[in-house]
């Protein structure tokens, strides 16, 4: 199963909060990043 995990281009962490009613807005949770660019990474859930 593939799972997608949503990764912050500032500082890689995966705390990512999406922000709807603000358009395509994401919010990273650790450095406080806030913007519509996000690294969508596909990652193999081998359970
Ligand atoms: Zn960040």
């Not at 281009?9 to 705390?15: A, L």
């Given at each position: 199963m593939v799972k997608k995990i949503l990764k912050c281009?500032?500082?890689?962490?995966?705390?990512i909060d999406f922000l709807p009613w603000l358009g395509l807005i994401y919010r990273c949770r650790k450095c406080g990043y806030i913007g519509p660019l996000i690294i969508e990474e596909e990652i193999e859930d081998s359970s």
């Open positions: 281009p500032k500082c890689g962490s995966t705390e």
